[in-house]
Structure formats: C-alpha cells, structure tokens
C-alpha cells in the first residue's frame, strides 16, 4: 500500500484531491500507487479519500485514475492558496490570541497555541490549582525539549478505587485540530468545571503534546504538514527525516508500516527506538489503575480500537458498545453538515497498521484503547481542507470531542460497576 511522501519535499505547491472509489480493484489500485502522494486519507466504499498530491505528480495521477474509471474532484488546486488563507484566518484573530482577559486559564478557543504557549499554560494551571493538577516532565525528546503532561486528580492521585483515563493528542504533528481538544479536558476539569462527578470518579492524565518536535516544526514556513518526529542521521546527509511515532510501539511492530525512513509510516530502527514512544510507554506502565487510553487523531470521524492486524482482541464487544457510546454522544451536538462518526476495528474501517499507540495500550493492559480521528475542515461544509483550521472551528471540533470523552468516561463507570 502506498501511504508515501518523500518527506524532505515539504514544499506546499500541491494539489488537493478526494477520490471515490467503488469496488475492491478500484482501492486496492489507489492504494498502490506507488509515487510520492500524502494521502490524508484512505478511500473505501462509502467514504472518499483525500490526498495531496505534488504539482508534478497532478497529470499523471489523474490520468491514472481516469485509466481505472475512478471518479475524482480536485478539492484545491494549489494547498499553498489554503496555508495562506489558513494564515490570515488565524492573523485575524491574533489580537484576541491571548488568554481571556475576565480568567486567565480560560483558553481561548480561536486559535492554535504553539509549543511555548502550551507549555506556559500547562504551568499556570498547576501553579494554581496545585491541590488538584500536578506537572510532570516525562523526558525529553530526541531534540531535547520537554515531554509534559498533567496528573489530574482532587484525592493527589492516591486513591486506589479510582480508575485513570488517559489522553494525549498530537503524536501526529500536523493535526492541530486535536489540540485544542486536551486543552478543553483540561479546562473542564479543573478551571471552568460543570461535571464534578468526572474528577470525583476518576483522576486523568492529559498530554497535549506528545510530538513536541514535529509540532514545533510544523510551525514553520514549510513544515505545515509534516507528520513524523524530527529524529535525524537515518540516511548519509539526512536525506530524509523523522520517525512515524504511532508506528513505534512494540506490538505487531514492522508489520503495517514501513522500514523506509523516506515514507510517512517509517517505523524507525527498532520498537520504542524514539524517546517520545518509550515517554509514552511508561506512563500506559506507571500505574494499573489506568483503565481507559484515547490517543487523539485526525481527521475522519472516526473511534477506532484494535487490533491493527484486524484481530479483534477478547473484549472487543466492550470496545464496540464503549466507542459506539462515544460516538454517538459526539453526532447528538455535531454539525448538520458533518460527518457521523462511525466505530470499528481500525484495520476494517481504515487500514491496517502495526506499532500504533492505541494497540499498544491494549497491549499494556489498559481494558479500553482507542484511537479518535477527529472531523477535518470542510470549507463551508462541502471543500475538504484536511488538517488546516479555521478559527471559527476549533471550538465546536473540542467541545463534541469532550462530549465523547464525557460518555467513554460514562461508560468505564458503568463498566466497572456492573462487573462488581
């Protein structure tokens, strides 16, 4: 399967296409095309797929298409017009960009906040809620900067009854829109709280970083959408770049990925070779209380769980009931023009993948892991614009994502409960 982009070519003039497909020969052949494409996402029956494809690649990737008799739309015809719209939206509001001024640890929803921004926030809210909220330094990653996160907890994480929910977003670093959604958990929880059952019942880490290095990169001027970390010295003059962390876990590892570092799904040297997956690692081992794992993604409406191989694992009816709780709560406050969300075993719904995050919570024993794919922009509900943000959709993207966590939250209780 292709799921390739030379990764050393960031440039942005690129166009944008979603492919529809309508039998198994039609995605078996798109997906192996085997040329430099960024595919966003796959296609399936049912569900068009997206992908970027570079300005010299455009005619030959539609004739091959036409070839097949698979429909097409040219989204955007140059990405480079949207990173600039993407820009000014977010220049617009530049002036609000600042925490609220009536509370300070209100976040304002308008924008994405950098790496520095999150870190000094993660900071304020521990300096002031220190009865309640905990920051840790999980490591460092492989250029050095800090791996933080959040302990959440009103009993300082010593209560042995109470199970661990534990989130993290941007371990892909250009899905900014996952951003938010952490930062709005951890609003909910300790700053503007309106559910106090969820800090009485269960105590919560949140990592809204988890590619610390990626993230900061893909704030450049050529770096929008870069994906991988930033480990280098793969190949002579690094060439090439970055490690897919989330296909860096030691499970299924080196199956549903690839060993070539010029690939978006390159799974590095060896299972946990990066500092951010072993980060990761070690806080799904810290503790057995742990019980739920959302590693947040986008885009695609989508609540998948394991095995990536297409194996289910033996609770898979518990992680079909659980997701579909979610999702459902998620489609009761989205958008009309939005996409349901829909449920299932991730390499049935979407493909298959090894070394993954969420399989690896499975694998550490976390009862329920999943991986959220978060909507993706539509302009106007209709052109998909992908892992670009606007303003006006970074809130309401968070808030139908908290939803979700509010009933997976739901359903560990009643979980636990009913097997007492």
């Not at 959040?150 to 994480?157: P, T, V």
């Not at 610390?212 to 002579?236: A, I, M, Q, V």
């Not at 081992?285 to 742990?290: A, G, K, L, V």
Request: proline fraction near 4%; glycine fraction near 6%.
């Amino acid at each position: 399967m292709t799921r390739i982009l030379v990764t050393n070519d960031t440039s942005p003039i690129s166009a944008l296409f979603s492919v529809k497909v309508q039998n198994a020969e039609q995605i078996n052949y798109f997906n192996s095309l085997d040329y430099p494409l960024d595919i966003w996402m796959y296609a399936t029956q049912g569900r068009d797929g997206v992908v970027l494809v570079p300005k010299d690649y455009v005619q030959q990737f539609q004739d091959e298409l036409y070839s097949k008799g698979i429909e097409f739309v040219i989204e955007v015809e140059n990405i480079k017009d949207s990173l600039e719209l993407e820009d000014k939206l977010r220049a617009d509001k530049a002036r609000n960009r600042a925490m609220r001024p009536d509370n300070e640890l209100l976040v304002d929803f308008d924008d994405i906040y950098n790496l520095t921004e999150v870190n000094n926030y993660l900071e304020q809210i521990a300096k002031a809620y220190p009865d309640v909220v905990t920051l840790v330094n999980g490591g460092k990653s492989f250029e050095g900067r800090d791996m933080n996160y959040l302990k959440i907890s009103n009993s300082k994480f010593e209560n042995a009854s109470k199970p661990i929910i534990f989130i993290e977003s941007l371990l892909h670093a250009r899905e900014w829109v996952t951003l938010p959604a952490t930062l709005y958990a951890i609003e909910k929880l300790v700053v503007n709280v309106t559910d106090q059952d969820l800090i009485d019942d269960f105590d919560w880490i949140i990592m809204p970083v988890a590619n610390p290095d990626g993230y900061e990169f893909s704030h450049t001027s050529d770096g929008r959408f870069w994906r991988k970390n930033r480990r280098n010295g793969l190949l002579p003059n690094d060439i090439c770049l970055g490690v897919d962390l989330n296909r860096n876990f030691d499970v299924f590892y080196g199956i549903g990925s690839s060993n070539n570092v010029c690939t978006e799904i390159y799974h590095g040297t060896s299972a946990f070779s990066e500092p951010e997956a072993r980060i990761i690692r070690d806080i799904l081992h810290s503790d057995d209380r742990i019980e739920m794992f959302l590693d947040l993604h986008s885009f695609g409406n989508l609540i998948l769980y394991g095995w990536g191989t297409g194996d289910l694992p033996e609770n898979a009816f518990a992680l079909h009931v659980g997701g579909i709780q979610m999702a459902t709560a998620i489609n009761d406050v989205k958008e009309d023009w939005n996409l349901d969300y829909r449920v299932g075993n991730s390499a049935l719904v979407l493909y298959a993948a090894s070394g993954t995050a969420g399989d690896y919570g499975l694998k550490a024993g976390v009862p329920l892991s999943y991986t959220y794919e978060l909507p993706g922009l539509r302009n106007s509900g209709s052109t998909i614009l992908g892992f670009l943000v606007d303003p006006d959709f970074i809130k309401p993207s968070a808030v139908q994502t908290w939803e979700g966590i509010k009933a997976g939250a739901m359903f560990l209780r009643n979980l636990r409960r009913n097997s007492v």
